[in-house]
């Protein structure tokens, strides 16, 4: 939402449900390739896990066709088409994402057998949280040496300052912290992060304190006044015209709703033709009211 109000507006402005913090799931069809092989890759690894929590080893063939198989139904469901070259080097691409994952540092215990209580979380599990719905679970919790390390798994690196993204890595804790099952106790937690980046997994963690728990807290109602805000924004404005722009050119180049927006030819321009439509506007109101008063 912050990166760019008008995406978010497009995504959620108008359905009809209750307000989501952390990371909703996704609801919208994948606009590009990119986003349905990263999504697939996500729905692959969840199978991954579960199969391996429930110690059914993957060979390396099923793995290979388990993946084929997903992305050509995820292309037929949405109906898209690549070039044939594409599709191949999207999914060898895949692949090899997938399985240079299980050899991280922080997720290879859970594939070598190495005694670890561990859990696997679907991100849809929502915590309800001093009234809010929260979609900040982790993708996987390992219990080792006294504490549960929860990680968070992004198969695209996310945009965003380090500290927001920190703060929001924290609603992790919030949300274990309301599950049965898990402490409630925020020093039981660690946090760990591996992320997708110039075509590696980086891992790292994230400071824990009370402190930090309350600001990412603060976070989230500060990010549900601004949605209240907005939708209200967009309520007024169904153009959608006036709605602030993405706050940098980089959340444009793999925005899903970049071929109908007008920052499609240079967000620059775009901010700028919309700065003055509205200050024409502004204008011209006055104007008119003393036209016909
Ligand atoms: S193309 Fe850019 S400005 Fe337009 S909705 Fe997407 S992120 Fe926002």
Same mark, same amino acid.
């Given at each position: 939402m912050n990166a760019c109000p008008r995406a978010w507006a497009m995504s959620?402005?108008?359905? #009809?449900?209750?307000?989501?913090?952390?990371?909703?799931?996704?609801?919208?069809?994948?606009?590009?390739? /990119?986003?349905?092989?990263? %999504?697939?890759?996500?729905?692959?690894?969840?199978?991954?896990?579960?199969?391996?929590?429930?110690?059914?080893?993957?060979?390396?063939?099923? #793995?290979?066709?388990?993946? /084929?198989?997903?992305?050509?139904?995820?292309?037929?469901?949405?109906?898209?088409?690549?070039?044939?070259?594409h599709l191949d080097i999207g999914k060898e691409r895949s692949k090899a994402q997938l399985r240079s994952l299980e050899q991280t540092q922080t997720l290879r215990p859970l594939f070598t057998g190495q005694p670890r209580r561990w859990a696997y979380f679907d991100r849809r599990m929502s915590a309800t949280?001093?009234?809010?719905?929260?979609?900040?679970?982790?993708?996987?919790?390992?219990?080792?040496?006294?504490?549960?390390?929860?990680? %968070?798994?992004?198969?695209?690196?996310?945009?965003?300052?380090?500290?927001?993204q920190q703060l929001e890595h924290l609603l992790m804790i919030h949300w274990a912290m309301n599950q049965p099952g898990l402490p409630n106790d925020f020093e039981a937690y660690n946090i760990k992060v591996v992320r997708w980046s110039s075509q590696r997994w980086k891992e790292h963690s994230v400071d824990v304190s009370e402190a930090l728990l309350?600001?990412?807290? #603060?976070?989230?109602?500060?990010?549900?006044?601004?949605?209240?805000?907005? %939708?209200?924004?967009?309520?007024?404005?169904?153009?959608?015209?006036?709605?602030?722009? #993405?706050?940098?050119?980089?959340h444009c180049t793999s925005c899903p709703f970049r071929p109908e927006c007008p920052a499609r030819d240079g967000l620059a321009k775009a901010k700028h033709d919309q700065k003055r439509t509205i200050a024409g506007s502004h204008y011209n109101e006055p104007t008119k009211s003393a036209k016909t008063a």
């Open positions: 959620y402005g108008t359905a #009809a449900h209750g307000w989501r913090a952390g990371n909703a799931p996704e609801t919208t069809p994948p606009r590009t390739f /990119d986003q349905l092989l990263t %999504r697939t890759m996500r729905a692959v690894w969840m199978k991954r896990l579960e199969d391996q929590y429930h110690r059914k080893i993957w060979s390396t063939t099923y #793995a290979k066709q388990t993946l /084929d198989a997903a992305v050509d139904d995820a292309m037929d469901v949405v109906n898209m088409s690549v070039p044939r070259v949280i001093g009234g809010v719905e929260v979609y900040a679970a982790p993708d996987v919790a390992v219990f080792h040496q006294h504490r549960w390390t929860l990680v %968070r798994v992004q198969f695209r690196s996310s945009q965003g300052s380090m500290l927001s309350s600001q990412s807290m #603060a976070l989230m109602h500060h990010d549900i006044q601004e949605m209240l805000w907005l %939708r209200r924004w967009a309520g007024a404005d169904p153009s959608y015209a006036s709605l602030p722009l #993405a706050a940098h050119h980089e």
